[in-house]
């Protein structure tokens, strides 16, 4: 009897859209590990069960993602002296750093309706999509401009928003902070 190998099959991003690969690259990086875990390699002299080593797991990766998950690491710079977790962390970093965070956001407050999903399974699907939001510097003005965002009555406004990168301007996206649109 042949030994059974699972697969998580190749990775595949969802081109212009870094927030939905970064969901997709965590999720797939979570199966890797599932795969680690059970398809462990037999010690040659021992037939002892033994777990891959870093190198072993970014080749593992490499080989399962594909010609899209080695695009992946190329693209942001992962290096043959990179361990396994600092390859998966160069990814993650660069992807959330590459989003736009106003729209991941939206997303947040406005894409994830519980609808007959039981609590559990819903707030683990939140938490998630929050953690992958890179929150540094997220203040009171981003907030309300935030706020602003999802609650205007403006679809214009809100799609200019969504469009731009409304922290790039210390002005937000085209309103000052008291409301007033510039």
């Known amino acids: 009897m042949g030994t059974y190998t699972p ?5 595949k991003p969802k081109d212009a859209d870094p927030e939905a690969t970064l969901e997709r690259f965590v999720d797939y990086v979570e199966q890797m590990e599932l795969v680690f875990m059970i398809a462990r390699k037999l010690h040659p002299v021992t037939g002892a069960k033994m777990e891959f080593d870093s190198a072993e797991k ?3 990766l490499k080989i ?5 998950m ?3 690491l ?4 992962v290096e043959e002296v990179d361990t396994y977790q600092q390859a998966v962390e160069k990814v ?4 959330k ?7 991941a ?8 309706k519980q609808g007959s999903q039981s609590f559990d399974s819903w707030h683990q699907s939140l938490v998630k999509a929050a953690n992958l939001i890179d929150w540094t510097g997220y203040d009171a003005s981003r907030a309300a401009a935030d706020a602003i965002l999802l609650q205007t009555s403006s679809l214009k406004l809100q799609q200019r928003a969504l469009q731009e990168n409304p922290y790039q301007c210390p002005t937000g996206i085209g309103f000052d902070i008291s409301g007033r649109e510039k």
């Not at 697969?7 to 990775?11: D, E, L, R």
């Not at 956001?105 to 994830?112: A, D, Q, R, S």
């Open 7 to 11: 697969s998580p099959g190749p990775f």
């Open 58 to 60: 970014k080749a593992m």
């Open 64 to 68: 399962e993602g594909g010609a899209d």
């Open 70 to 72: 080695v695009q992946l």
């Open 74 to 77: 190329k693209k942001y710079k």
């Open 92 to 95: 993650k970093n660069a992807l």
């Open 97 to 103: 750093t590459r989003g736009n965070r106003t729209a």
């Open 105 to 112: 956001v939206f997303k947040l407050f406005n894409g994830h």
